[in-house]
C-alpha cells in the first residue's frame, strides 16, 4: 500500500493540532507532527505577504488523500490552504504495517 507524506501550513498550534486530532481520530491518518512556528512568504492578491505558520506533516495510506483534503478544506480557515502530499518511495516494513494498523485502511 502507498503511504502519503502530507504537509499542511497552518496559521495557528490551534488550527494544526484540530486538523491532527481529527484525521488520527477519524482514522485517515496514522500520526501526524507539528513544526513552528516558521516564516513564510507568499504572493496573495497580488500582494508580497509574510506570516508566521506551523507546518502540519501527516502519514497516511495514499487512498485517504481525499477524505483529508475535505478535512482540511473543512477546519483550516485560509481559502486556499497549502495541502501537498509526498509519496514514500521506502517505508519500512513494521512502520508500514503500524500505519495500515493505525487507519483504515
Do not use: Q
Not at 62 to 90: G, R, T
Not at 95 to 103: D, G, H, L
Amino acid at each position: 500500500m502507498a503511504i502519503l507524506l502530507i504537509r499542511i501550513t497552518c496559521p495557528s498550534r490551534r488550527v494544526a493540532e484540530e486538523i491532527a486530532d481529527a484525521a488520527v481520530e477519524r482514522r485517515l491518518s496514522a500520526c501526524a507532527n507539528l513544526e513552528g512556528p516558521v516564516t513564510s512568504t507568499y504572493r496573495w492578491k497580488g500582494v508580497v505577504e509574510h506570516a508566521f505558520e506551523f507546518v502540519l506533516w501527516m502519514k497516511a495510506p495514499e487512498a485517504h488523500w481525499a477524505e483529508i483534503e475535505a478535512l482540511v478544506n473543512e477546519i483550516h480557515p485560509y481559502d486556499v490552504p497549502a495541502i501537498v502530499a509526498l509519496p514514500c518511495a521506502h517505508v519500512s516494513a513494521p512502520y508500514e504495517a503500524w500505519v495500515n494498523e493505525n487507519t483504515d485502511s
